[in-house]
């Protein structure tokens, strides 16, 4: 029911992940692609409360990056709760801390780098009606403190809706909308 993970993981921001096998479609969303982290480095503890609720919480080196000197502890959550009969699952997950506030790949900042505060949130419903049936509901944010010209707080967010449909034990159709 207690876990702890040290190293290099995948991150729990989000609905699609890294590795291919726990993707239903071949293709990423754009927004998985551009708006939030892969990997991370450090150390995250989950909980299984209960049958229904999960917990995880840790510190991690930023986002994708083991070394740099942006580097800071950020926060990585994540609650989980779902009903009885796994019709209905709700997920909430945050990364928070201090990054690299400069991301052009021609100008590369002499010491003292400067960082600023990045979160991004994810909000995750999980809706199945029907035995043959799943909708999923992905909301996220991403802010970006001191990241514009004149010192003011990017923003990005989006919506993700997946629709699957179970034809049979060895097939399943499915849709992705995304607004990003």
Known sequence: DLNLKLGHFYSIVG?????AVGNFFY???YSYQFAGPFTHWGGLANWRATDNLELNGG??????????????ANFLGRVRV????????????VVSGDEGNDFSPLFQPAPPLTSANRTRYSLII???PADNWEYLFHHWLGTQADALVGGG???WAGI????????SDTWLWGARFEWF
């Open 27 to 29: 293709t990423k969303a």
């Open 15 to 19: 609905y699609e992940g890294l590795p």
């Open 82 to 93: 779902k009903n009885d009969d796994n019709s209905f699952a709700t997920t909430f997950a």
């Open 160 to 167: 993700d809706q997946y629709l699957y449909y179970r034809v």
């Open 153 to 155: 707080t990017a923003l």
């Open 126 to 128: 999980e809706y199945r």
């Open 59 to 72: 510190l991690v080196n930023g986002w994708n990056a083991l070394s740099s000197g942006y580097a800071k």
